[in-house]
Structure formats: structure tokens, C-alpha cells
């Protein structure tokens, strides 16, 4: 498994991968999806914001992560988007992989970074199960942080 940042020519394999997650076509079915509107993954793979997991051509998972500025009184934080992995390969550690990659991806360079945030669906039982094993602190709100 390799880990990279995603390319235009992905934009295709990744909305493959959306469709095989039930919990993600039952929440766009419910409003107006922007995954469907190829302007969304165009934005962020044009600023380098969406992360890979692959084996060969297959895409294992994603990650979308962006640098914010001045949000929530901090100089510079991490906002997870989203993150999906190909149900087939969940508990593969693969989730775990992109987080730390672009983790180290964005922190390498940039020390003015203090905090990583999420907002995660409180239905999203895996993804609670990862913002814990990454030691992340829960509000009511279920926005989750972490301190770097």
C-alpha cells in the first residue's frame, strides 16, 4: 500500500469508492450530496487536500484534510473533511495510515499548526473508534481535537 496525493485523473476511482460505503450514499441520499458535483473533489485536489491509500490501481481509502488559518482563535489548525475506506478493507489499518501521513504531511514544514479538528457523525461508530485510538477529545457537539 502506497499513500499520495491525490490527482484530477482520481476523481473518477474515488467517487467509485463513495459508492460502495451504504452509511455514506444513505446520508447523501437524505440532502443534496456535494460529492456529487465534481467541483468539491476538484477544489480540494487542486489545493492538495486529499490524500490516498491505493494497492496498485485500486483506491483503498481517502482522506480530506485541510490547513485553516485563525479558526477557533488558533494561528493554524488541521480540519478533517472526510475520510472513507473501502468497507472491504476496514480494520485494515489503512485509516490509521492516512491520518498519520497527513498528519507528518502537514506538520513537517509548518510548526504554526496547534490543533487537528473533525466534526464526525455521533452514528459514525468507526470513526469515533479512530479519533480515539488517536487519543482526540470529544465535545457534545461531536467536534473532536488534538493538540500537536
Not at 21 to 33: G, P, Q, W
Not at 68 to 79: E, T, V
Request: a positive charge; hydrophobic letters at 40%.
Amino acid at each position: 500500500m502506497i499513500i499520495r496525493i491525490a490527482e484530477k485523473s482520481d476523481i473518477f476511482r474515488l467517487r467509485k469508492l463513495d459508492a460502495k460505503d451504504s452509511f455514506l450514499v444513505k446520508e447523501l441520499n437524505e440532502f443534496h450530496s456535494v460529492l456529487d458535483d465534481n467541483e468539491f473533489l476538484n477544489f480540494f485536489i487542486k489545493t492538495n487536500s486529499v490524500f490516498i491509500a491505493e494497492s496498485g490501481s485500486i483506491i483503498l481509502g481517502y482522506l480530506i484534510a485541510q490547513i485553516r488559518k485563525w479558526m477557533f482563535h488558533y494561528k493554524k489548525i488541521i480540519w478533517i473533511e472526510h475520510i472513507l475506506v473501502d468497507p472491504e478493507r476496514r480494520k485494515d489499518g489503512i485509516a490509521q495510515s492516512l491520518l498519520n501521513y497527513m498528519i507528518n504531511h502537514y506538520t513537517k514544514n509548518d510548526p504554526d499548526i496547534e490543533f487537528i479538528f473533525s466534526k464526525i457523525n455521533p452514528g459514525n461508530k468507526g470513526s469515533l473508534k479512530l479519533s480515539e485510538k488517536f487519543s482526540f477529545t470529544r465535545q457534545k457537539t461531536f467536534i473532536v481535537y488534538k493538540r500537536l
